[in-house]
């Protein structure tokens, strides 16, 4: 059994063939997390979790890139500002194990010190108020990351601060940071989640140091598709290469890697 922890079978990319390709997944034994990039994706993500008894569950919030600096910004597909008891109603629902993916992402930062600085203020605001809301509500987060490791995890350290006794936690997905990154999300307790982006990258020596009881697989699908399948749309099923993939650079068992990332998932995820 695989469990994707990263998927956005919720995204336009999959509206001709959602049903089939959750299908496909569930009889190849891989169950998945529809991560939710606004309030729409957050909506369509928890609707299809409920359709069905097991296998596929929601994680919803607003994606950094998201939120709006102001509100002429806002468009009912993609950017918007950030409603939280929107939010607060819907990660109640039946099928939501996370909140996110929330974060920082710094990739487009506008030039000029004023528009930058206010498109990071705006970022980190949306985040902590979406931190606050996995707290309240005792949900893990799944955490979003560009060219913002050391301020996400100055962030995260002083949340952590008060949110330790309720044990508040989660993983930073498509991790790629350095060791000295992953060495501080490690010592809050966060997991760290791999995706195809380890065929692009050179993770190797950092993914060999994390212990294995703290590594997620996913596949961010429809992107990163691993390599062997060309320019193919990634989807669930496709964890596997993933899998493979660490056993190799660890050099351990693909059959140790798939039990120990399954127990992670449903551990973190309570699944």
Same mark, same amino acid.
């Given at each position: 059994?695989?469990?994707? %922890? ?18 496909? @997944? ?14 729409? %994706? @957050? /909506?369509?993500?928890?609707?299809? #979790?409920?359709?069905? !008894?097991?296998?596929?569950? #929601? @994680? ?83 955490? &979003? ?12 350290? +002083? ?13 930073? &997905?498509?991790? %790629?940071?350095?060791?000295?990154? #992953? ?12 995706? =195809? ?10 993914? /060999?140091?994390?212990?294995? =009881? ?13 390599? #062997? ?5 990634? !989807?669930?099923? +496709? ?15 693909? !059959? ?10 449903? /551990?973190?995820?309570?699944?």
């Amino acid at each position: 059994m695989f469990i994707d %922890t990263h998927a956005h079978l919720n995204f336009k990319a999959f509206d001709n063939d959602r049903s089939e390709v959750i299908k496909r @997944s569930l009889e190849q034994d891989v169950w998945m997390i529809n991560v939710s990039s606004n309030y729409k %994706t @957050s /909506k369509l993500a928890v609707e299809i #979790a409920q359709c069905y !008894e097991r296998g596929v569950f #929601a @994680s919803v919030g607003l994606h950094p890139i998201n939120c709006v600096i102001d509100l002429s910004q806002a468009d009912e597909d993609r950017l918007e500002e950030l409603d939280i008891e929107k939010y607060r109603k819907l990660a109640k629902e039946k099928g939501v194990v996370a909140v996110g993916e929330i974060g920082l992402d710094y990739w487009n930062e506008p030039k000029g010190k004023g528009k930058a600085k206010i498109f990071k203020e705006k970022q980190k605001e949306v985040f902590l108020v979406q931190l606050d809301l996995a707290k309240e509500l005792g949900l893990p987060v799944i955490l &979003h990351c560009r060219k913002a490791h050391n301020e996400i995890i100055e962030i995260m350290c +002083n949340f952590y601060a008060y949110a330790q006794k309720l044990h508040i936690n989660g993983v930073v &997905h498509c991790f %790629t940071g350095n060791r000295g990154q #992953a060495q501080k999300y490690l010592d809050m307790g966060l997991y760290l989640g791999f995706n =195809g982006i380890i065929f692009k990258m050179d993770l190797d020596e950092v993914m /060999k140091k994390i212990p294995l =009881g703290k590594i997620l697989i996913e596949t961010d699908c429809p992107f990163l598709t691993p390599p #062997a399948l060309g320019g193919q749309r990634n !989807e669930p099923v +496709n964890v596997k290469y993933v899998a493979q993939r660490i056993a190799e650079i660890r050099n351990e068992p693909l !059959e140790e890697i798939v039990r120990v990332t399954t127990e992670n998932a449903k /551990k973190l995820f309570q699944i």
